[in-house]
């Protein structure tokens, strides 16, 4: 599976930002596509996950009603909105895809796609 990701950018606190993440190989039925995020100096963090089978979403609290994760079936690609975004978004956005079921541990997810920076100005 190839993943390639898109749609970082600079937004002032309270913007909105839309990361898109392309998937090409396999067949994506059983497919779990998630994004991650990793600022200076911290660990690679889970963000949020859709399952591609049913569309089962999953987010991790700080950006619960803020970010939404989509896909497009048609266009194998998955999608995350950010809203009300805060300084503390501040970050590189991974993509990643695993098949099988949904989990939030980095290390289960053996696909990766390059990192687009996201900076959130106060």
């Known amino acids: 599976v190839q993943l390639q990701a898109s749609g970082g950018g600079l937004v002032q606190t309270g913007g909105s930002l839309r990361l898109s993440c392309g998937a090409s190989g396999r067949t994506f039925s059983s497919l779990v596509m998630g994004w991650f995020r990793q600022a200076p100096g911290k660990e690679r963090e889970f963000v949020s996950a859709i399952n591609w089978r049913d569309g089962s979403a999953y987010y991790t609290d700080s950006v619960k009603g803020r970010f939404t994760i989509s896909r497009d079936n048609a266009k194998n690609t998955v999608y995350l909105q950010m809203n009300s975004l805060k300084p503390e978004d501040t970050a590189v956005y991974y993509c990643?895809?695993?098949?099988?079921?949904?989990?939030?541990?980095?290390?289960?997810?053996?696909?990766w796609g390059q990192g687009t920076q996201v900076t959130v100005s106060s």
């Open positions: 990643a895809a695993r098949f099988g079921t949904y989990t939030n541990y980095t290390n289960y997810y053996p696909y």
